[in-house]
């Protein structure tokens, strides 16, 4: 007794194998068509589950990403930019740095492209397959200050834990209570030679360490942000600006 292919796709189905079930009759279609090999034919199975799967994954990180802008390194103009190349850009595109649990920082004033580049960079991440999240500072800090007051602070961190790649947004002198900082300190740490960390600020770190001198939550937050990290700096006139000037 031979079943219909609606009644072998449902075994599928039942299997958990839902994109097979619903490839089925195309497959079958085009495998009777290139009069492929039952080896073949099975393979081309597996392999369409596979990558259904993993293009939902991919879809899925994208939209867990929280990209407030879609930005692609595509559209990136890098003769605008004096301080970097493309070539150092594109270099981190094997995500090794990732792999490394390495940091990249991004350092320049505004609208130079140091955003543009952090979410660039995260979107080829998500298509590498690597979970990604993009945050501001304020409200990363919000986020914190939520969870701690809730008790919550530990499970906030651990979720955070599991991205790869967390990108945080225009961290800069951010008028941040003690608690704040303290909360903050608690996550870099967390996520220090574990996942990789991109920040996008204005100021130098340098500066930072004068600003903060005697503050002994900050100074290891910027030391282990540091350590590890592939530093940009990024300077010329604001894009934004150049651009209304020629239009
Ligand atoms: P920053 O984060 O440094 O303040 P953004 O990344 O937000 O700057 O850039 C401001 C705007 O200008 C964005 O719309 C961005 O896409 C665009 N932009 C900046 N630099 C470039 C560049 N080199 N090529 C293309 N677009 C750019
Ligand atoms: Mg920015």
Redesign the pocket.
Known sequence: MSLSIEQVAGRYRGIRCNHIAQGLADLLRQAEANEVSYLAFAEALVVHEQQQRNQRRIALNRRKAGFP?D?RLS???????TTITKRQITQLLDFRFIDERANLI?I????????????GIGQEAIDAGYKVLFTSALGLVEKLELAEIKGELKQQITALQKFDLVII??LGYLPMSRQARYNLFQLVNALYEYRSVII?T?KEFTAWGEFFQDDSVVVPIVDRLIHHSHIFI?GGE???LR?KRQG
């Open positions: 802008v930005k559209e990136f103009d890098y003769r605008h930019q991004f320049g004033p505004p609208g130079v492209g140091k955003t543009h580049l952090a979410i947004d225009e996008t204005n990024m604001s894009y934004r651009q």
